[in-house]
């Protein structure tokens, strides 16, 4: 059973959510307002954190840029149609994923279930460690490390950085990493893709200034550099 922090200050949201998340075996927590939800975060310790944008008090991009100092808690965040500029912030500045508003209630918990499958560790005997050059990955223990010192990175860059490291020097397409690191159909949004990799470098770059660990290629997608 996994514990999820609902935030939002919509009564009619929160029902919808605390119920199906319940129905589906899940532990709902319900944060009303922004300060409510970093005291809650802190304090229970959830397993994934579902976030409007739109909240009193602190709002929504506040409470994913501090949670995100805190660490790797994932984050689902729930946006109106019309708040494409702040979808987008809020991607960049470290949300998981996201949800559009009026959404359904199947894809809202598929998404719940990718994204909390990706923050779970996987089987040592179906998870071999990935080395390329000075980069290692190990999945088993999820630990990422840089001529042998680690570093710690988000669950979905971690997911991400797996797939390109078990597949060097080949090309991604945009639309293929959203089925393989995301899971399911995102709609052919690919956004998410191009957030994640920018932070994912800018990441890379703090252990490894003089690497560009992450290639892109015009028109095509992305690769782990033959250079790393």
Known sequence: MSKILVVDDEPSIV??????????????????????????????????????????????????????????????????????????????????????????????????????????????????????????????????????APFDLTAIQFELLRVLMANPGRVFSREELLNQVWGYDYYGDTRAVDSTIKRLRARLRQVAPDAELIVTVRDAGYKLSDDV
Not at 27 to 55: H, S, W, Y
Request: aromatic share 2%.
């Open 15 to 148: 029902d919808v959510l605390t119920y199906n998340l319940a129905k589906a075996g899940h532990q709902p927590i319900v944060a009303r307002d922004g300060e409510q939800a970093l005291k809650l975060a802190r304090a229970e310790r959830p397993d994934l954190v579902i976030l409007d944008l739109m909240l009193p008090g602190i709002d929504g991009l506040e409470v994913c840029r501090a949670l995100r100092k805190d660490g790797d808690l994932p984050i689902i965040m729930l946006t109106a149609k019309d708040e494409e500029v702040d979808r987008v912030v809020g991607l960049e500045i470290g949300a998981d994923d996201y949800i559009v508003k009026p959404f359904s209630t199947r894809e809202l918990m598929a998404r719940v279930k990718a994204v909390l499958r990706r923050a779970q560790p996987r089987s040592p005997d179906t998870a071999p460690a990935l080395q390329v050059g000075d980069l290692r990955l190990d999945v088993a223990r999820r630990q990422v490390t840089w001529h042998g």
